[in-house]
């Protein structure tokens, strides 16, 4: 027989801000519910580029399984639409196994569109006005697409960053399309109620301490081999137009490639820009409902503790 609580499978997330520590935990968490995990990460999906990603060593993994690692080469595109396709597929097949799937990973639109199955409206007939957008970007620029997507949808503009020219198409796309701005779409998909049973963790720490970690975990990347990495993939021919070559830590090093600058400066901009990056993560996530924020100092820093707490939580309902 069939209890209430069955009715919604468990789903766990493990999130927070880049260099937190999540990866560790995750792995205690999959041992400790039998858990499988699926990374919600727009870079470790891509193979070849494990160091400036912070990929999860299979030696690292203990023997726990991961989804959506190393799955895309570097020159195919992967966006929410794609992600969420696939986390659903590893999701079925983790439940199909009788087991526990723990999302983990800092990608928060990522997050969002799986844990609310999200609605991403796909237009079919959308080809045209998107090389129609994409053509007027290349020649007037990402500021003159910036200012159409204010005219239509105020407040995306406000979210979407001038240069991040992909989501700034699309908004206004969608606008064209559906006569609706996308804010508003989002706005009622976010209002959305989870179809699973949500554990949502976000894993945080004093800003200082935060900051710290970010730089330390980049001078350990560029002794682990960044700058090798890098020019690997860029002899394969990956370039700075590729998706996955936008990624903090590839975009950097393959300007210092280039000759723009020089490796401190690269190295400057990055430690930078992850740090920038982290506090963006944490804005996202402040606006999420149904997060359990779990604060490092509270724990002091101790990982089992924070393994109690969750499983204390969440293996009641189990």
């Known amino acids: 027989m069939e209890d209430h609580c069955t009715a919604k499978r ?28 699926i990374s919600a990460d727009s870079m470790q999906v891509y193979r070849y ?26 020159w195919e595109e992967f966006n929410v639409t794609r992600f969420q396709s696939m986390a659903k597929e590893a999701l079925a097949g983790i439940y199909a196994r009788g087991r526990v ?5 800092g990608t928060g639109f990522y997050i969002q569109a ?14 045209q006005v998107r090389k129609e957008l994409e053509a007027l970007g290349r020649e007037k620029g990402p500021e003159f697409l910036h200012a159409m997507l204010r005219e239509v949808d105020e407040a995306s503009a406000q979210a979407i960053h001038t240069n991040n020219i992909k989501r700034v198409i699309r908004a206004i796309e969608f606008y064209r399309l559906t006569g609706t701005p996308i804010s508003q779409h989002n706005q009622k998909e976010r209002e959305r109620t989870s179809p699973y049973d949500l554990y949502y963790y976000v894993l945080t720490c004093q800003r ?27 002899e394969m021919g990956c370039h700075r137009g590729m998706v996955s070559m936008q990624g903090l830590g590839y975009k950097e090093i393959l300007d210092y490639l280039d000759g723009t600058c020089t490796l401190d400066e690269a ?8 740090r920038h990056f982290a506090k963006r993560q944490l804005t ?3 606006r999420e409902r149904d997060v359990r924020w779990l604060v ?20 009641g309902p189990l």
Do not use: C
């Not at 990929?55 to 203990?62: H, L, S, T």
């Not at 726990?64 to 690692?69: A, D, F, I, K, S």
């Not at 799937?101 to 990973?105: L, M, N, S």
């Not at 190295?267 to 992850?274: A, N």
């Open 49 to 74: 580029m494990d160091i400036g990603s912070a990929k999860i060593r299979p030696e690292e993994m203990e023997g726990v399984p991961h989804h959506l690692l190393d799955v895309l080469d570097p």
């Open 114 to 127: 799986l844990a609310y199955d999200i609605d991403f409206t796909e237009n079919e007939d959308n080809g």
């Open 284 to 286: 996202w996530f402040k």
């Open 10 to 37: 468990p789903l766990v997330i493990l999130t927070g801000p880049t260099a937190v520590g999540k990866t560790d935990l995750s792995i205690r968490l999959a041992k400790a519910l039998d858990g499988e995990i």
């Open 208 to 234: 200082s301490r935060l900051y710290e970690r970010i730089e330390q975990r980049v001078d350990k990347m560029v002794e682990a081999g960044l700058v090798e990495e890098v020019r690997r993939l860029r």
């Open 267 to 274: 190295l400057y901009v990055l430690k930078r820009d992850t």
């Open 296 to 315: 490092l100092e509270e724990y002091g820093f101790d990982q089992e503790k924070l393994l109690r707490h969750i499983l204390d939580e969440v293996k």
């Open 101 to 105: 799937p723990i999302v983990t990973g």
